[in-house]
């Protein structure tokens, strides 16, 4: 009986095995097949993306053809626009130049006739022609600045210059243009002996355009402050009114050429002017690494412009 015993022990150890055998076997199978299987969609599923990134690749390639064609047009386009251009700022300049001679002769002769002793009438005829050329003469000025900005051609002086004392010599005649308006002009703050190296008629241009814009649109009576400050590197010069104002979303736009405040009601006014005098002063400004700028609370509200400029030095 023991013997049957110990010799069962090894036979059952022999079938335990046999047994752990065949199921790591069906196991394995199982196993591999399922791999398989999965291995099987993996491939299907990338043989799709390729499929689908080649198809990409192909529009891709057909929007970059697309593209190219586009942008070879957009260029003949811009030669054409370029050329176009060019033949507007040559007929600006032509056309400037040529008024120009025929309006000196107009203004001198016109002088001339309000010499001789000619009736109340025909001098108030004449005074007004005299005025006119003037206001002619001014708009040719500008178209002729403008053309220049255009052409690239605007050229500045760099030299030293007193800068206040630039301002101080300009005065006299804003005064007179005021006074002719019934505008206060009061001046605060000059500062002494401030050195600006530029080009002395662009900025004293820049100065007067600020100034007789606050007595254009500044009603009679009221007032227009000018004051100087220096801050750091540049010397800021502020022309502050109270007149009309400007509604805040065309505090900037009013510095593109021909541009005129459409919320102003004024259109009196609006017609004394192209819309020239600021483009051109923004142009001189940045010209000399300068800023401009115009702030307002608000229409009926007054409104103050300022430009910097950076002292010599
Ligand atoms: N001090 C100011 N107060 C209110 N609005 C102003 C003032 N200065 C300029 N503007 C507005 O900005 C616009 C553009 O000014 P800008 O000096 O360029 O042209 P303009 O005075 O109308 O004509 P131009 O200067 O060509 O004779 C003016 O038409 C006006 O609407
Ligand atoms: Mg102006």
Redo the contacts with the bound molecule.
Sequence with gaps: MEIMVIALIPLSFLLLGAGFLVVAQVSGFMQSSFFNQRQNFSNMIIQQYMERITLAQGQLYQRKQELEGMSAKLSLSNQELGRLNDMKSKFLSMVVHDVRTPLASIRGFSELLMKKKVGEKETAYLKNIVSSTDQLG??IA?LTDLAMIEAGKLKMEKAPFNFPDMAKDILPGLSINAQKKGVELAVHDFPEGVLVDGDKFRLSQVFM??V???I???PAGKRVEVLFRREGKYIDTL?K?S????HPS?TKK??E?F???KY?KDAA??K??????????QEVVRAHKGDIG?V?PGLGK??T?WFKIPVAG
């Design positions: 001014r708009l500008d355009n600020l007789n814009n606050a254009k649109f500044t022309v009114d007149g009309i104002g400007i065309e009013i510095f050429k541009y005129q405040a102003q006014l609006r004394q002017g192209w819309g020239l005098g600021l483009s051109i002063a115009a307002s007054g409104s412009f």
